[in-house]
Nanobody
Framework: QVQLVESGGGLVQAGGSLRLSCTAS????????MGWFRQAPGKERDFVAA????????YYADSVKGRFTTSRDNAKNTMYLQMNSLKPEDTAVYYC????????????????WGQGTQVTVSS
């Protein structure tokens, strides 16, 4: 029954940067791996990045490797997604989610989702 809230989205020019935040209301945040997904209009929700419960291990979709970095501060119940060198194809609604089975990074493996935050990258 954890509640997740994303923030930090907005409009940015290609090549620019944004940092997204995901805050959790529950007291078990530190026990769970987390992930980021994005969904563009008319497309399926796609995996972007994942992070282990302690923050030591991160995983990225090929499309964002070298440009995006995810991190977390468990003391603040917050996960971050630093997005650099943004491209128009990064335009989407970005979601954070909780993963009770961290070795499985399919959408169906995540059991709690935020409401999403819009990221728009202009060309």
């Amino acid at each position: 029954q954890v509640q997740l809230v994303e923030s930090g989205g907005g409009l940015v020019q290609a090549g620019g940067s944004l940092r997204l935040s995901c805050t959790a209301s529950g007291r078990t945040f530190s026990a769970y791996a987390m992930g980021w997904f994005r969904q563009a209009p008319g497309k399926e929700r796609d995996f972007v990045a994942a992070i282990s419960s302690g923050g030591s291990y991160t995983y990225y979709a090929d499309s964002v490797k070298g440009r995006f970095t995810t991190s977390r501060d468990n003391a603040k119940n917050t996960m971050y997604l630093q997005m650099n060198s943004l491209k128009p194809e990064d335009t989407a609604v970005y979601y954070c989610a909780r993963n009770p089975t961290p070795l499985i990074r399919e959408v169906k493996a995540f059991d709690s989702w935020g409401q999403g935050t819009q990221v728009t990258v202009s060309s």
